[in-house]
């Protein structure tokens, strides 16, 4: 009683502990009992090396498959349009490069899609693109009594392909990054780069296998098989959830990056300018074995970037990007002065071996320029400024070649290449006095 007495409240303080303790207990036990493991507690080991490839190149798979698709009709559709269907050769080649205008045009609705809808069904949707694109196709190769409506809807099944290309290369990135973090950036786009160029090396030959051996009728079919087993296996495959944020306007994202992808654009001129001219600048020369020169550049540019992608983590985009437009603008240079085929191999190979790891490079630097929200509408800007250097490289290019000679395309895409590098390096300044 003389405690209750010095202590006033101490009954009410006794009662409600009592009270409340089986109830706080529950409530403890009722929360630790899920926790059956001790891993649960403690925060998952990061992943290794090894893991984070398999897991990218799993994602990439899709990409390959779309480029693959993409590269199976390349070397024999302008045959088929000139001499099958007797159209003239630029027909031929607007047939082809509808394509590419598809994909450039269909960039800003790529990101949206990307952004809004998630990764998975941009690439589900690309790849019902390509199974319509291959019935197309097919029809277009059985209407071909039929001259003009066959070249018309085998140009619709371009611009369906275009269009995929550019859902399928925008969401794979996007799902790489948000698979495995955006601090592995460069990897995500490197791998991507590795399985598109790698698709159309081995599907261009094959295609051209194909029609000897089964006719124009078997690429249709082929096309739409392919894609139909890629949209069987992504089916189970779990995506990365729709990021939650503000949604930047495309203009807005595109204004952000646009310095980036301009330099982007100068240095790969030169890409354009070797893929699309080096055939003929050997028979200006009087030399043979052009095919070598492009499988040079070809085995340089993907070795890079199987073995140097890491150096842009270490040393940073800009630095990598600074160093690769220097290795390239020799190489370009060596083409241009090259006395020899051998030369000209050398200057291939360091082309492509700069080349390699420019655009992942600039990329991670681009990417930083725009909210995770907005990464898709991102990736698709910097991709149009790639899209450009493609397309103005060759009338460009040609221009020169028509008034200066051949060899002189290499000259000037060496000169776009140090303007390109000269852009990089003020980049890199301001981006520095950014971060004082």
């Given at each position: 009683m003389k405690i209750l007495k010095t202590?006033?409240?101490?009954q009410s303080t006794s009662l409600a502990c009592f009270l409340l303790f089986p109830t706080q207990a529950m409530m403890q036990f009722s929360y630790r009992?899920?926790?059956?493991?001790?891993?649960?507690?403690?925060?998952?080991?990061?992943?290794?090396?090894?893991?984070?490839?398999?897991?990218?190149?799993?994602?990439?798979?899709?990409?390959?498959?779309?480029?693959?698709?993409i590269g199976l009709p390349i070397a024999v559709l302008p045959g088929y349009v000139h001499e099958q269907l007797g159209f003239s050769a630029v027909v031929a080649g607007m047939t082809i490069g509808c394509q590419y205008l598809?994909?450039?045009?269909?960039?800003?609705?790529?990101?949206?899609?990307?952004d809004n809808i998630g990764t998975k069904r941009a690439i589900v949707y690309g790849l019902s693109g390509i199974v319509l694109s291959g019935v197309l196709t097919l029809i277009s190769t059985l209407l071909q009594s039929f001259p003009l409506p066959s070249l018309l809807i085998l140009i619709a099944g371009r611009l369906l392909l275009g269009v995929a290309q550019g859902l399928i290369g925008v969401g794979t990135i996007s799902w790489c990054m948000g698979q495995v973090g955006a601090e592995h950036t460069a990897r995500s786009i490197s791998w991507n780069g590795i399985a598109s160029y790698g698709a159309i090396a081995i599907g261009a030959p094959l295609g051209v296998v194909m029609v000897g051996e089964l006719g124009f009728a078997?690429?249709?079919?082929?096309?739409?098989?392919?894609?139909?087993?890629?949209?069987?296996?992504?089916?189970?495959?779990?995506?990365?959830?729709?990021?939650?944020?503000?949604?930047l306007p495309f203009w807005a994202v595109f204004g952000r990056i646009a310095p980036f992808g301009a330099s982007l654009s100068l240095a790969s001129i030169g890409y354009g300018t070797l893929t699309t001219f080096i055939t003929l600048y050997y028979v200006s020369r009087g030399w043979v074995g052009a095919a070598y020169c492009l499988t040079v550049f070809g085995v340089c540019f993907i070795l890079a970037r199987l073995l140097f992608i890491s150096s842009i983590g270490r040393f940073g985009g800009f630095t990598s990007a600074i160093a690769c437009m220097s290795i390239e603008t020799l190489g370009l240079g060596l083409l241009w002065l090259a006395p020899s085929t051998s030369y000209a191999l050398i200057g291939a190979g360091l082309t492509g071996f700069g080349l390699s790891l420019v655009y992942p490079a600039l990329g991670v630097e681009a990417i930083k320029q725009v909210p995770n929200s907005s990464r898709g509408a991102g990736l698709?800007?910097?991709?149009?400024?790639?899209?450009?250097?493609?397309?103005?490289?060759?009338?460009?290019?040609?221009?020169?070649?028509?008034?200066?000679g051949y060899s002189w395309i290499f000259f000037s895409a060496a000169l776009l290449s140090v303007s390109g590098l000269g852009l990089t390096l003020l980049l890199s300044r301001r981006a520095a006095r950014a971060m004082n």
């Open positions: 202590q006033p409240g101490s009992r899920p926790r059956t493991s001790p891993m649960s507690v403690q925060q998952l080991p990061p992943q290794s090396s090894l893991a984070i490839t398999l897991q990218i190149v799993s994602i990439v798979f899709y990409t390959f498959i779309a480029f693959l698709c598809a994909t450039l045009l269909s960039r800003p609705m790529a990101g949206r899609m990307s078997s690429l249709g079919i082929a096309l739409s098989l392919l894609a139909l087993a890629a949209l069987l296996l992504i089916r189970n495959k779990p995506s990365v959830p729709v990021i939650r944020g503000e949604r698709s800007a910097y991709a149009v400024f790639f899209d450009l250097a493609l397309a103005i490289a060759g009338p460009l290019m040609g221009a020169i070649a028509l008034n200066l």
